[in-house]
């Protein structure tokens, strides 16, 4: 604010805060969205008019209050089927695509299996195919926001390089231009970590709605984290930040695909659970669904190995706590699962290791928006240039 | 930016912008304040002589620039000797005292050591004799602007009251308010974590100027972190963050004093590394500092301990690398004289343990403040008011 800003930058600013709140919230009536951006009746008019002229919102009356007088106040929503984006999920045994509307709204859908070792362009091959399919069924009339993808792995901030995947085993791809590629450039294709974009979205619209202190922790054969602190999500110099699973907790422990040893991942990813469990030879979410499964129905070996698991989870989320002291840790991919079993397990090694005034106010969560916060929050990443400046 | 600011916003805004780039840069000339704040030359003018009205900064001639015609450029000053600050510091066996001028200038200082042990009432005597020693002193004329305490425990953003200070041994203490009592309340006492003042001062003119995402690591008998990330101090909900002494890297390691076992602190703190050099009756940083010394003259026991603890110090900055990505990490309080002579052991291990993604473009730094980085951080509580609106 070094010099005052005209009329014409706090519009532009003002468009951007009213189509952030109602692709976040929703629906909402021009009464609410004048107490909640703090801006007058005519303001909101005035917006809602510019963004309903470029087809971003529309407006229709809603229901009338009951116990007010006067005429129904008019009901802003995103234009969800029209204004859409790409997005796009490589996990370690999944690929995933999904057309995703103004709102994060899944308008279509793709899913299929990611055998273990697939390259890059035999990863690239299908998802493409996907947003062929799914191209051939966008309505007349709509418009494309561009493409968001988001990897299991690190990635470079200035150009969204893939620098190392290890669990999906790729060093050093340019993922998101070899996408491109196939696709056809029709706009920006922005990668970014699964982890970092689902705490993006559990942040804004999901178990974290409101808190601004979150470590959304992610797990697979790896671990990583989307950590939130004061309200900004942690990315580091490079974009890097968050790799918490390879936070060394056991020096005396297993090597580590990386080199080190006793790297949190190595008691808490998948393959230490199924060894412990007695079936090292399987892998992949379903074999690790079927061990908390049995642990559930009482089967002593996997309940050992979910307690053991649950107490390293414990022990790794205390020390993020001592270190973030924040409001709410997210527990998702198979950490989810390993959570809803072993929560007491959890809790009970996270207040030992955890300082009393950093855990005080903690919530453990799983994710209420599953494993579709990775796909719409990979679809944010494309959103995201919309609602800096919807006109442009 | 909801509403257009008007140009009285924009001016305050605009002093205190001025005002902070002097405080934290020095002397600067009009043609430097022009290109550095992007504002044109009758501005910067007309800010500076409200500033220098309000007594807050002076201004003079500078040197005639060589190979330029015309007159040479006023050069613009904080008013270091008028406008100052108290400064306190309560570490694990120091008491000190500061009286700070504008723009980081230690003008009168006192110091006295603290036994283990000492309890508030005892510890708050002194440090307010200090201030009013030092208040005897200070010149006709001159404008106090509040005092800032920097304190090795936990403290409750809200309130400034100490939660845990577990090696000074105190627990749920209002500091602040006692002190404020014994000096007569003259203004603000804020309370801050002495890693997070000291990091706050080495990232705005120290080791880490100019680089956004930065730790901070404290050591005496335990240790903390002031970690700044994408130019922000994490401080958490409650403002606890940071803990990074509690950070478990040894399941199978030493009880800690927080009930935990193997927490960081017991294997890189004060008594580790004296233990480990055969001097478990010893403490303090005269102690660390003999220890330091044995080692660089060749004592092969005390080489053997300085190893060990540089080992778990590479370990555990390992594991804050791959969770921050940062630029730089500074050795503070006793981890700087460890990292001086363990600095090729405590690389070594960090690299092992941190994904070079993460770490490629870390620096490793000794403060270049020193230990007066905590008590000009202190200062910097108070300054920070005047610095956010400089007519109030």
């Known amino acids: 604010m070094r010099t005052t800003p005209t009329q014409e930058d706090v519009r532009r600013n003002n468009l951007g805060t009213l189509l952030r709140y109602v692709h976040i919230h929703g629906a909402t009536s021009r009464a609410e969205l004048t107490t909640r951006l703090g801006l007058n009746r005519s303001t909101i008019g005035a917006l809602t008019a510019d963004l309903a002229a470029a087809g971003l919102v529309t407006e229709k009356k809603g229901p009338r209050e009951t116990g007010r007088a006067g005429r129904p106040s008019l009901v802003v929503r995103p234009e969800s089927v029209k204004v859409y984006a790409y997005a796009l999920n490589i996990e370690v045994d999944r690929l995933r695509a999904a057309r995703i509307g103004l709102g994060g709204h899944i308008l279509d859908r793709r899913e299929a299996p990611r055998p273990r070792g697939m390259q890059v362009v035999d990863a690239v091959q299908p998802l493409a195919g996907f947003i062929h399919e799914m191209r051939a069924a966008v309505p007349e009339g709509s418009r494309y926001v561009g493409a968001g993808l988001a990897i299991a792995g690190m990635v470079r901030r200035a150009d969204g390089m893939v620098r190392l995947a ?62 939130i602190a004061g309200g900004r999500r942690i990315s580091g110099r490079g974009g890097y930040g968050g790799e918490v699973g390879h936070m060394v907790v056991n020096p005396q422990g297993e090597l580590c695909s990386c080199g080190s040893r006793g790297c949190w991942e190595t008691e808490i990813g998948e393959y230490p659970l199924l060894r412990l469990a007695g079936r090292p030879d399987r892998s992949g979410r379903e074999a690790v669904l079927a061990v908390v499964d049995a642990a559930m129905r009482g089967d002593w070996v996997a309940q050992q190995a979910v307690r053991q698991v649950g107490d390293w989870l414990g022990l790794g989320v205390g020390n993020l706590v001592n270190i973030f002291n924040p409001e709410a840790v997210i527990f998702g991919g198979t950490l989810r699962d390993i959570y809803l079993v072993a929560a007491a397990q959890i809790r009970s090694r996270l207040n030992e290791v955890a300082l009393p005034a950093c855990r005080d106010e903690i919530r453990l969560r799983t994710p209420e928006l599953g494993r579709d916060a990775a796909l719409i929050g990979a679809a944010e990443l494309a959103f995201e240039r919309l609602l800096a400046d919807p006109l442009v």
């Open 166 to 227: 290890p669990t999906i085993g790729w060093v050093d791809e340019p993922v998101g231009d070899a996408l491109v590629e196939r696709i056809g450039d029709e706009g920006p294709m922005i990668v970014g970590n699964i982890a970092d974009v689902s705490a993006m979205v559990e942040h804004t619209r999901g178990a974290a709605a409101g808190r601004d202190n979150v470590i959304y922790l992610y797990g697979d054969v790896g671990v990583g984290a989307g950590i």
